[in-house]
Structures are given as structure tokens and as C-alpha cells.
């Protein structure tokens, strides 16, 4: 017996790019290389260090700030630029100061000159109190923070490292007062402070506690 059999049709199979058809029209995502990750993450680090630093300064420097109505720094008695007592020295700037101490420097440490001696520009530690020249009202003061206030002088163009009036020209262990007039006191600084706005300027009783020159 002949059993016919019907061959059946193949079926033509599909080209391969047919049957490879991305589930997405959207090219998937590549990986960044290590190198770059490691570049990004170390930025981010960077910036926070450098936001916290900021912070921390920001909240240290707030310490030595009084409110106007704070009397834990006893008051001085008012002065007026035109009309200082006699001792007072007034310089071509228009800043005023007087020596209530004066020193020698540090003998046992070799460091006798003044601060504008020391190249580079040394770092030093005074205790300090900002009046207002009108009413003798303390509004910044070492006090306050309970601790000296640390800066490298004469790097950031601030009131108190312009004359020698102020803390360039004074020895360890000096103590002097200086008055800056109103128009210096413009968005300026005093020992990392923004002065207020003073009609009569303000006084600064200094005392230069330490020097590390370089």
C-alpha cells in the first residue's frame, strides 16, 4: 500500500534583525567609568567640607557678637574725635589711638619687634572689646566668647591691620585703644566683625596676647 504523504510548505524564518527587536526605542544606560564616579564623589565631599567649614566659622565668630542690651562687658565713657584727651595720636587716615600698655614683646621667646616686622604675615591671639564711640556700648568682645580671638594679620584688609595705629604696630603683651572715624567703618571689617553704622565711629581696646611668625 502507498501511503501518499503531502509535504509541507516550510516556513520561511524571519531575518535575524526581525527577531531582535529592542523591547525599548530607548538605548539603554551606560555606567560612568570608576575614575569619573570617584572624581564626582570626591567634589561632593570637597563642597560639603567647605559649606560645614563655613558653618562653623559663621557660629564662631557669632559667639563674640553682644546684643545692645548685654551688660556682662562694663561700659566705657563716651568719646568724641574732635575733642579726645590728651595722649591720643591721630593719623593721616583719620584713625586715633593711644598706648595703655606698653611692652617690650616677648623676651623669653626671642620675639621683641612688632607684628608688621614678621614676613610672611604671622599669626596672633588678642583678647579685644568694639564700643560704640557714642554711648560706650560694647558690641564685639573676646569677653563674650570667652576665649582670644586667633587671625593671621594683615591678609584680609581688615580696620584693625590698616594703620599702624592698630594691631601691625604693636609688640606681644601691648595693650593699646584705637578709634576707627564712620567712613572707615563702612561695610568693613574689625577682627572678622562687619562694624556697624556708627555716626561717631567706634573704639577698640586691644591686647596682643601671642605671635607665631612662620
Known amino acids: 500500500r502507498?501511503?501518499?504523504?503531502?509535504?509541507?510548505a516550510a516556513t520561511p524564518s524571519a531575518p535575524a534583525s526581525a527577531r531582535a527587536r529592542p523591547s525599548?526605542?530607548?538605548?539603554?544606560?551606560t555606567s560612568a567609568p570608576a575614575n569619573v564616579r570617584r572624581r564626582?564623589?570626591?567634589?561632593?565631599?570637597?563642597?560639603?567640607a567647605l559649606l560645614g567649614?563655613?558653618?562653623a566659622r559663621a557660629a564662631d565668630l557669632a559667639s563674640y557678637l553682644l546684643d545692645?542690651?548685654?551688660?556682662?562687658v562694663d561700659l566705657v565713657d563716651a568719646m568724641r574725635l574732635d575733642d579726645l584727651p590728651a595722649g591720643w595720636e591721630t593719623l593721616e587716615s583719620g584713625v586715633a589711638f593711644i598706648v595703655d600698655k606698653a611692652s617690650e614683646g616677648n623676651a623669653e621667646r626671642g620675639i621683641l619687634d612688632t607684628v608688621d616686622h614678621y614676613i610672611p604675615n604671622p599669626f596672633v591671639e588678642v583678647s579685644y572689646t568694639a564700643y560704640f564711640?557714642?554711648?560706650?556700648?560694647?558690641?564685639?568682645?573676646?569677653?563674650?566668647?570667652?576665649r582670644p580671638y586667633n587671625y593671621q594679620a594683615g591678609v584680609k584688609d581688615e580696620v584693625q591691620d590698616?594703620?599702624?595705629?592698630?594691631?601691625?604696630?604693636?609688640?606681644?603683651?601691648?595693650?593699646?585703644?584705637?578709634?576707627?572715624?564712620p567712613e572707615?567703618?563702612?561695610?568693613?571689617?574689625?577682627?572678622?566683625?562687619?562694624?556697624?553704622r556708627a555716626d561717631d565711629g567706634v573704639l577698640v581696646d586691644v591686647e596682643l596676647l601671642s605671635l607665631q611668625p612662620y
Open 162 to 181: 590698616e594703620a599702624i595705629g592698630g594691631v601691625m604696630g604693636m609688640k606681644v603683651g601691648e595693650r593699646r585703644r584705637f578709634i576707627v572715624p
Open 2 to 8: 502507498v501511503v501518499a504523504c503531502r509535504a509541507r
Open 24 to 29: 525599548s526605542s530607548v538605548p539603554a544606560a
Open 68 to 72: 545692645k542690651s548685654d551688660r556682662s
Open 133 to 146: 564711640l557714642s554711648d560706650g556700648h560694647a558690641f564685639a568682645s573676646s569677653a563674650a566668647a570667652r
Open 40 to 48: 564626582d564623589a570626591l567634589r561632593v565631599a570637597l563642597l560639603g
Open 53 to 55: 567649614a563655613a558653618d
Open 184 to 196: 572707615l567703618c563702612y561695610k568693613r571689617k574689625c577682627f572678622g566683625q562687619y562694624l556697624p
